[in-house]
């Protein structure tokens, strides 16, 4: 049964750093890509990042330039990702999720991101001003 985690969440002032990670397990497939949504009181989950097998990615404007995503390929059916964040601003405040077994393609419009099935249950980042 694939389990998906999330941990490194927190509260952190404006300006700062945190790092998410993701532990996919349980994987007895390739997994192509995977992705990183938040989701903000009030607000539709939003995409946030994604990272494809080969290391391409692709990020939500909002995100550009402070945000960096990363991946460890299968290793015993386990599949890691992280989420480097950086300069951190209030408006970032939300649950974040990870998503496992997206697809990112590339069309005529730019590279997107199609999540997966999987899914874990989210953990808190808090930004204070």
């Known amino acids: 049964q694939v389990q998906v985690v999330e941990s490194g969440g927190g509260l952190v002032q404006a300006g700062g750093s945190l790092r998410l990670s993701c532990v996919a397990s349980?994987?007895?497939?390739?997994?192509?890509?995977m992705g990183w949504y938040r989701e903000a009181p009030g607000k539709q989950r939003e995409f946030v990042a994604a990272?494809?097998?080969?290391?391409?990615?692709?990020?939500?404007d909002s995100v550009k330039g402070r945000f960096t995503i990363s991946r460890d390929n299968a290793k015993n059916t386990v599949y890691l990702q992280y989420l480097q964040m950086n300069s951190l601003k209030p408006e970032d405040t939300a649950v974040y999720y990870c998503?496992?077994?997206?697809?990112?393609?590339?069309?005529?419009?730019?590279?997107?991101?199609?999540?997966?099935?999987?899914w874990g249950q989210g953990t808190q980042v808090t930004v204070s001003s």
């Open positions: 990272v494809g097998s080969g290391g391409s990615t692709k990020y939500a």
């Open positions: 998503n496992a077994d997206g697809s990112l393609g590339i069309e005529s419009t730019g590279t997107y991101y199609i999540p997966g099935n999987y």
């Open positions: 349980g994987i007895t497939f390739r997994i192509n890509a």
